[in-house]
């Protein structure tokens, strides 16, 4: 079974640019989250689907940051414009069932703002 | 108290050694809990879950105690390939599927 897929696997930028993150999900997972973990710290949700629909993003910036998985299986995440604070690993991870089986993680974009 | 809340760390431990972990959570609805493994610059792994009292797989035990709200992971007979974070995870109450990462504890296990 092919795990979750995440591109680029890095990125660097100058502060107030623009930059995109994309996920595939395990054939099947209804369920994706889009994690920000900075250095020594747990993963933080950003945002959590359903299908193709926002379950939660009470911890996304929005306004800057934006997320859509239009056909209920890839996603992509946006940061416009992106300040220096928002350098970290995103993490893309997936499941068919989060309370009972967890979830799955994809390598991880790390984005450095310069 | 917090919504999940690990031991700091970091752990340096001897190999052969016993080391165990605690993570308090706060809300009482929830059912599963998972421990999960992160090596350094890669990505968080389902290490083991956590339904009823406790779970063991070979060296590693996790524990739930409901009543006091907190879970725990034990790892016997430490090897240095056991160094890595290990991060708890609490599920959210309800069917929303939200799941939430404590910060983390670092252990070290050295020759």
């Known amino acids: 079974e092919a795990g979750v897929a995440q591109s680029p696997r890095y990125k660097i930028i100058e502060k107030r640019q623009s930059v995109a993150f994309w996920c595939n999900p395990i054939?099947?997972?209804?369920?994706l989250y889009w994690y920000q973990q900075i250095l020594g710290q747990g993963p933080k949700l950003l945002i959590q689907f359903q299908n193709n629909g926002v379950v939660d993003d009470s911890q996304l910036p929005k306004d800057r940051f934006s997320a859509e998985r239009l056909k209920g299986v890839d996603s992509t995440l946006k940061i416009q414009p992106a300040k220096l604070e928002d350098s970290a690993v995103y993490l893309c991870?997936?499941?068919?069932?989060?309370?009972?089986?967890?979830?799955?993680f994809g390598p991880g974009t790390r984005l450095l703002v310069l | 108290r917090k919504e999940v809340e690990q031991d700091p760390g970091p752990f340096n431990v001897p190999e052969g050694a016993t080391v165990a972990f605690n993570c308090t959570y706060s809300?009482?609805?929830?059912?599963?809990f998972f421990w999960y493994r992160q090596d350094c610059r890669k990505e968080p792994k389902l290490l083991m879950s956590?339904?009823?009292s406790g779970n063991e797989d070979g060296r590693f035990t996790a524990q739930l105690n409901r009543a006091s709200q907190y879970i725990s992971l034990l790892i016997r007979d430490s090897k240095l390939s056991d160094s890595a974070t290990y991060l708890c995870?609490?599920?959210?109450?309800?069917?929303?599927?939200?799941?939430?990462f404590g910060k983390g504890t670092l252990l070290t296990v050295n020759p």
């Open positions: 809300n009482s609805a929830s059912q599963s």
């Open positions: 054939s099947g997972h209804a369920t």
């Open positions: 956590v339904y009823s």
């Open positions: 995870v609490v599920p959210g109450g309800g069917s929303n599927y939200k799941l939430t």
């Open positions: 991870a997936s499941s068919s069932d989060p309370h009972q089986r967890g979830q799955y």
